[in-house]
Structure formats: structure tokens, C-alpha cells
């Protein structure tokens, strides 16, 4: 008698869902590979919110300026992008689930002594452009309710860490106690690849008087 030993149809199709479950899931480790070797520096800042308050927990969420969808609505490419109303029928926000690109320009002029400048958002768009200057780039974007989601919204930081940014914005609060500065002093250093992918690479965070800045970066 000769033994059949070719796997059954089942297993087979059982063989294929596990390869593409285990591709599926190493991708995303693979992708943040791809972005931190061929991806460009980039400065975003960071949107006055749960950061500036103090870090908390294990896994922090960041917000930035560019998060906020009032941010962007004067934006070249801002008519372009599907729109639904909010309950109140007044304001427009872009579609919930709707992918776009945000095109950044690298800062002309400085906004923050000190630190690092952020890069300025000039134009949005439904497909990614082709062409960008030298000193652009092109970050891609998810709506959501109100709120643009880049993929940088959590991240994981050691507790000492977290600790030392707490207590430098505590020194840096009871140095210059009037809530006179509206920007936070806190932006994120990430690398974006040509797809519009991104991945965080530092904080750098701003203490002390004003007149006596003192810069510390915090590596991700």
C-alpha cells in the first residue's frame, strides 16, 4: 500500500492563514524599520493637552498642533477632502476614516528658543503628492472625529524618564509661574519616510526662566 503524504487541502489552507497572520503582524515592526533608516528628521509640536499637564502612566498620548482639524482649515487642498457635518450643523470636519497627507515645510523663522523649530503645515491632499521641495515632506493622517490620528499618538516611556520630564515642567512652572506661554514647551523629534509613514524619536523639552532656558532630550 502507498501512503499519500501530500497535506490535505484543510491543512494547506490552514498553512496559508498562519503564514499571512505572521506576515501581517511582522510588518508593522518591519515598517518602523523601513522609516527609521530611510526616513527624514522632523520637528512637530505638541498641542497643549494631557503632555503639558504631566506624563502619566506607562504608555503616554501625545497630541500635536497639526492633531486638531481647526488647525488646518485654511490649508490649500482643505475643500478637497470629503466632508461631514457636525450635530450642531455648524461646523464642517473631514470625514471620519478618511486618509489624507499633510504636507510640512521645514521653519523659516523661530517660534521657540531654544528648542528645535517644528515644521509648518502648508497643503493637504487625498492622494500623496508626487513632487515635494527639499525641504518638505509628506505625513499621512487619519480623520477622526475633530482629530487627525498620525500614528504617533502613544508611546511607550521608562518610568525615570517620565519622572525627569515631570519634574522639569514643575521647575519650569514654578520658574515662570503665569500661564503666559501658550505653546507648550515640549516637541517631538520624528523620522518620516517618502510614504508618509512616521515613527517618534525623542522629546525635547524646555526648562527653567525664560531667560535662562535650559534643553534636555528624552530618546524614545
Do not use: C
Request: proline residues 10%; charged residues 20%.
Amino acid at each position: 500500500m502507498i501512503n499519500d503524504t501530500t497535506p490535505s487541502i484543510p491543512f494547506r489552507r490552514f498553512g496559508l492563514t498562519l503564514l499571512f497572520q505572521t506576515v501581517l503582524i511582522l510588518s508593522v515592526p518591519a515598517q518602523a524599520i523601513y522609516t527609521h533608516i530611510t526616513g527624514k528628521v522632523i520637528i512637530l509640536q505638541t498641542a497643549p493637552l494631557e503632555p503639558y499637564n504631566l506624563l502619566r502612566g506607562y504608555s503616554q498620548t501625545m497630541r500635536y498642533d497639526i492633531s486638531s482639524q481647526e488647525q488646518l482649515r485654511g490649508l490649500p487642498g482643505w475643500n478637497s477632502l470629503p466632508k461631514q457635518q457636525s450635530d450642531d450643523d455648524i461646523v464642517t470636519f473631514i470625514k471620519p476614516g478618511t486618509h489624507f497627507y499633510v504636507i510640512l515645510a521645514e521653519p523659516i523663522s523661530l517660534r521657540l528658543p531654544g528648542l528645535p523649530q517644528p515644521w509648518e503645515p502648508i497643503a493637504l491632499s487625498l492622494e500623496r503628492p508626487a513632487n515635494l521641495n527639499n525641504n518638505q515632506v509628506v505625513l499621512k493622517g487619519i480623520a477622526q472625529r475633530g482629530l487627525i490620528e498620525y500614528g504617533l499618538e502613544k508611546y511607550n516611556m521608562p518610568e525615570a524618564e517620565r519622572n525627569q520630564i515631570n519634574e522639569d515642567l514643575r521647575t519650569a512652572r514654578q520658574a515662570n509661574p503665569e500661564p503666559t506661554q501658550q505653546v507648550p514647551p515640549i516637541v517631538m523629534e520624528v523620522k518620516v519616510d517618502a510614504w508618509g509613514n512616521a515613527v517618534p524619536i525623542s522629546l525635547w523639552v524646555r526648562t527653567g526662566e525664560t531667560d535662562q532656558p535650559k534643553i534636555r532630550q528624552y530618546r524614545l
